[in-house]
């Protein structure tokens, strides 16, 4: 399937829209739906991960009445919400308290009970991708009963495409190579700062004719600005000194090209042949709006060679040329 439905490779990511560190309202997570809709992006992706299922509603209450042949929607399984007698705060990095407790379940009724679930907090009637979502520690579980069900639905026609979403690339590489897979979202392991998923994914991608959406390419934080802090993020935790230099030679690279850091995380990830687009996680109409506008940042050729050779860039990552 075509990911992404329209000449734009650039998606809304939307465990922000769940107060993801930082709380945010049921009104400004409309205005950014609404302001990523205006920007003609037409991929939104969610899970029931984040915010214990809040992302889900606002996303769905913020498109509905939107034509929904028009865009594609994409969330995840492998954690079951479940209500609790008492509420309490998430301890799992989303500024929400709620009743709602969440909890691994990638079994066959786990799948079936997490999709009926999202359906009904989106108010929609299908999803068009459906991620494993973070089976770090339930590899087993999930190749003997998650995908299985996943390509049960999908040969049914129940849901589109499948694939699984992950930090990390070793485990991706097998579901690639060992499940009949249509796409994986890949977080924070093919960005400007660390390409490394040119050893493994990217490549059994390419050969099982998987596509890839690239997710966190600023790194959490070191690549979304044009110049990292001191206090700086890389993978949602502090930034190390060597990170940051890099970053600040980048940077240097980029003002020799009139670029920006953040315009050039954008830009690099969409020259790899098995990459249909990226997600970006904004919580604001600001946000999204100049992520826009970076998007559409026209990068010079000069720049990636420079990169190159400096070493500040894999040789073998692909770049116009």
Not at 53 to 72: F, H, I, N, T
Not at 74 to 84: F, L, P, T, W, Y
């Amino acid at each position: 399937m075509k990911i992404f439905p329209t000449d734009l490779r650039i998606g809304l990511g939307g465990a922000p829209l769940a107060g993801l560190f930082t709380p945010i309202s049921d009104a400004d997570a409309t205005t950014t739906v609404e302001a990523a809709w205006q920007e003609g992006w037409r991929f939104f992706d969610t899970a029931p991960h984040y915010g214990l299922g809040l992302a889900e509603e606002r996303l769905g209450a913020a498109l509905a009445g939107k034509p929904r042949s028009e865009y594609v929607l994409s969330s995840k399984v492998g954690r079951i919400i479940d209500e609790a007698d008492s509420e309490a705060p998430d301890d799992e990095g989303f500024a929400v308290t709620s009743k709602r407790r969440r909890r691994w379940d990638f079994s066959r009724d786990g799948v079936l009970r997490s999709i009926e679930d999202s359906l009904r907090r989106i108010g929609t009637d299908r999803l068009d991708i459906v991620f494993v979502h973070d089976p770090d520690d339930h590899y087993d579980e999930a190749v003997a009963t998650a995908f299985p069900t996943l390509i049960e639905l999908r040969d049914q026609g129940v849901i589109g495409a499948i694939g699984s979403g992950m930090n990390q690339t070793a485990m991706l590489t097998r579901f690639v190579r060992e499940v009949d897979l249509d796409v994986i979202m890949l977080a924070g392991r093919y960005t400007l700062i660390d390409p490394d998923g040119l050893d493994d994914v990217l490549p059994a991608c390419v050969e099982n004719d998987v596509q890839v959406i690239a997710v966190g390419v600023f790194n959490s934080g070191l690549l979304a600005r044009p110049r990292p802090s001191a206090d700086a993020t890389f993978n949602y935790a502090p930034a190390d000194a060597a990170l940051i230099a890099k970053a600040n030679q980048l940077a240097d690279v980029c003002d020799a090209h009139g670029l920006t850091l953040p315009s050039a995380a954008l830009a690099f990830p969409l020259f790899h042949p098995a990459v249909a687009g990226i997600a970006v996680g904004c919580r604001s109409a600001a946000e999204v709006h100049a992520n826009a506008t970076l998007a559409r940042t026209q990068v010079p050729t000069p720049f990636w060679s420079d990169l190159k050779s400096t070493g500040l860039l894999r040789a073998d990552a692909p770049t116009p040329s």
